[in-house]
């Protein structure tokens, strides 16, 4: 039977059904995990519990200190996180940074809907994930399983897409997957205590890619770093973004442009971008660049 430590941190799949309201903050009972968690030893934290849509670097950071202590006192065979799915793709960017160096199985899991709805996704995304931490541990896979679990709406089965490869979810709640390998920089046991022990975090101004958006409006000081959302074709094409890159970069202010990609030839306005000081973090997806950007205070 395998030990697999759960870590309860809010979200829907930690919710209930009160009249036409959903409330946030409720446990799991003992009937969902009969049905969700049999054949499996399984002891249960939650450390504390937010919102997903108001969830903050600190609260991650502190959910990970969690794990890390529980990890370490007394070793599972896996882990199992259970998280909001607004945010899933975020968390588990920097999770997967953050808490590879454990070198054991971890899989982050919600709901699109709460436990006691009918139609309700938790049961079989626990169960499949529970199954896929069983595997992980018997093949002594390690960190190599470490991913997010969601319901497909085409499908309507459970399905996995690893950490590094997770974006956040659309209107139906899927978490895509971006179609390139990824950054795999990990952070070793001392870099992550590190990152966690700093009480704050950088300011990332993180800028949509829409149409218009207007950058003259911004005060760039505000900021630490800047993070870009480019369009499909790896550029931003706005007149306004390269004088707003100029800017920044003359008050000592990075801005980056993800996911961009390396291609044979460039548009114009991806070099004239080039020119002003932004800079392109190829093959990763923009969760994984704010993650990224998120660990550069350790440098």
Request: with cysteine; aromatic share 8%.
């Amino acid at each position: 039977m395998n030990n697999i430590l759960v870590c309860l941190l809010g979200g829907t799949i930690g919710s209930h059904i009160d009249g036409k309201n959903i409330k946030l903050g409720s446990s799991l009972n003992d009937k969902f995990w009969a049905k969700a968690g049999a054949g499996f030893n399984l002891r249960k934290i939650s450390p504390l519990s937010y919102s997903s849509e108001d969830a903050t670097v600190q609260d991650y950071k502190e959910a990970f200190k969690a794990i890390i202590d529980e990890v370490e006192k007394d070793r599972p065979d896996g882990v199992l996180i259970l998280h909001g799915t607004d945010t899933a793709a975020y968390f588990a960017q920097l999770a997967v940074r953050v808490l590879s160096f454990l070198d054991i199985p971890v899989v982050i899991t919600g709901s699109k809907l709460p436990p006691d709805d009918p139609r309700t996704d938790a049961i079989k995304n626990v169960k499949f994930s529970l199954a896929l931490l069983a595997a992980g541990a018997l093949s002594e896979a390690g960190c190599k399983t470490f991913g997010v679990v969601f319901c497909d709406s085409f499908m309507g089965e459970s399905t996995f897409v690893p950490a590094r490869l997770a974006t956040d979810p659309d209107y139906n709640g899927d978490h895509k997957k971006f179609a390139v390998k990824g950054d795999e920089s990990f952070l070793g046991r001392k870099e992550a205590m590190e990152f966690l022990s700093k009480e704050t975090s950088p300011k990332i101004l993180t800028i949509p890619n829409v149409p218009g958006f207007p950058y003259d409006t911004i005060d760039v000081s505000s900021y630490d770093m800047i993070l870009i959302e480019a369009y499909h074709s790896g550029t931003q094409n706005s007149k306004l973004l390269p004088e707003f890159v100029r800017k920044a970069s003359e008050a000592k202010v990075r801005c980056y442009l993800a996911p961009a990609r390396v291609n044979k030839n460039s548009y114009e306005s991806e070099n004239e971008l080039t020119k002003a000081g932004l800079i392109k973090m190829t093959d990763i997806p923009l969760e994984g660049a704010w993650a990224q950007l998120q660990l550069l205070q350790n440098n």
